[in-house]
Nanobody, 112 residues
Framework: QVQLVESGGGLVQPGGSLRLSCTAS?????MGWYRQAPGKERELVAS???????NTADSVKGRFTISRDNAKNTVYLQMNSLKPEDTAVYYC?????????WGQGTQVTVSA
């Protein structure tokens, strides 16, 4: 069982930046971030493999950057030029050989 601990959410004004962090309790191949806005389905934001292969949603390309530190089992999501439509609960996810794991979620609110 892999546990994920997230941090870094909060309230930010439009155009601002936030960085999310997620640390896993062990080494794992794929890590990433999903988000879920009120009344909407959970959607992929970005994912990254152990060797650095990246997949990013079109809606955040050019604004969000995913990275990871394998020595720390940690994945980061740098979010720049935030928009009100980025408001959501952001969930860290990790995919192992047989299972997918989820963090508890962290709220990101973009509002003036």
């Amino acid at each position: 069982q892999v546990q994920l601990v997230e941090s870094g959410g909060g309230l930010v004004q439009p155009g601002g930046s936030l960085r999310l962090s997620c640390t896993a309790s062990g080494s794992i191949n794929v890590m990433g971030w999903y988000r879920q806005a009120p009344g909407k389905e959970r959607e992929l934001v970005a994912s990254i493999t152990y060797v650095g292969g990246i997949n990013t949603a079109d809606s955040v390309k050019g604004r969000f950057t995913i990275s990871r530190d394998n020595a720390k089992n940690t994945v980061y999501l740098q979010m720049n030029s935030l928009k009100p439509e980025d408001t959501a609960v952001y969930y860290c996810t990790a995919v192992g050989t047989y299972s997918r794991y989820w963090g508890q979620g962290t709220q990101v609110t973009v509002s003036a």
